[in-house]
């Protein structure tokens, strides 16, 4: 079987939505982060700036899927996905830059942990920080405080313990990781329905965390895979509605943790007080912008 694999294309899927000259950086990025040869599927959210079918003009191994309209992150990743079942493939935002091995080693990292579902990079911004891309799943007691102090004290207690940035980059099991690359196991994957088209943008990656976990499969951070993450296109061009949908996706997660008429009550205070965040990241920039984040990638990443 590994002969085989090493064979098969791996697929790499992408969700476009006009992305822009980022969408060439990514394409090109691949040549160097795997020595599996990979074939690229772009789940189109109805670009209008050509983006996309310039790609697959100039790249062979580029295709094209268009899902009809914005449908949706997850949508369109399950969409990419529908014909596979079994392996593995990565997910990520076109606006990434793959590092020279970071595809092996997240592979590398797959064979480590054979209860992984899914095994993601550590992330870094353009600027050289370190994305605390490997959290725990959100609770009340620290989701509160996060989001209530996070973008005033970014430093708070709860914020630290629910990124778990005080920790030095390590490889380890995580409650989930940032979906803007993540490596995929397909049976695990299929196994709870994909990403849940509910969310059209947000939480699906902490919600297939969960459900993942619920059936025993891990979620694994190898920071010695490293991605650049140039972020925040969608926000940047309508932050208003990205807001929105944060705060909407931020509700049906929580509200399924705590689904009994009992819970009632507190449904109806998290939906007034995540509709107030919303109207006053409108007004305030740093609302809207969340949590900062200050620790760098100075020191090479322990992959053990």
Not at 219 to 235: F, L, N
Not at 241 to 270: E, G, I, N, T, V
């Amino acid at each position: 079987m590994g002969d085989v694999s090493a064979v098969q294309p791996l697929r790499v899927v992408a969700v476009t939505y006009s992305p822009g000259e980022v969408l060439e950086g990514f394409i090109d990025s691949l040549a160097a982060a795997t020595t599996r040869p990979v074939e690229i599927v772009l789940a189109d959210n109805g670009s209008t700036d050509g983006a996309p079918e310039a790609a697959v003009a100039r790249h062979p191994e580029v295709q094209l899927l268009r899902t009809g309209g914005n449908v949706g992150y997850g949508a369109a990743a399950n969409a990419a996905l529908a014909d596979l079942r079994s392996g593995q493939a990565i997910v990520a935002n076109p606006d990434l830059d793959f590092q020279p091995g970071s595809i092996d080693a997240l592979l590398a990292a797959a064979e480590r942990w054979p209860r992984a579902a899914t095994v993601g990079p550590a992330i870094r911004t353009a600027a050289g920080d370190l994305y605390p891309s490997a959290r725990d799943l959100p609770r009340l007691s620290t989701g509160i405080g996060h989001a209530l102090l996070g973008w005033a004290w970014p430093t708070n207690p709860w914020t630290a313990s629910y990124r778990r940035e005080r920790e030095a980059p390590r490889e380890r099991p995580a409650g989930w990781l940032s979906g803007s690359c993540l490596l995929i196991d397909l049976e695990a994957f299929w196994s709870v329905g994909g990403f849940d088209p509910g969310y059209f943008m947000y939480f699906e990656d902490v919600d297939l965390a969960e459900r993942l976990g619920r059936r025993g499969w891990l979620h694994v951070y190898a920071p010695s895979a490293v991605v650049v993450h140039e972020g925040a296109h969608a926000t940047r061009r309508d932050p208003h509605r990205m807001q929105r949908a944060h705060h909407a996706s931020a509700l049906r997660y929580l509200s399924f943790q705590y689904p009994k008429r009992r819970h009632a009550p507190l449904r109806l205070a998290l939906r007034a007080g995540l509709a107030a965040r919303t109207l006053l990241s409108y007004v305030n920039a740093r609302v809207a912008g969340g949590a900062t984040f200050v620790r760098r990638i100075d020191e090479t990443p322990d992959g053990g």
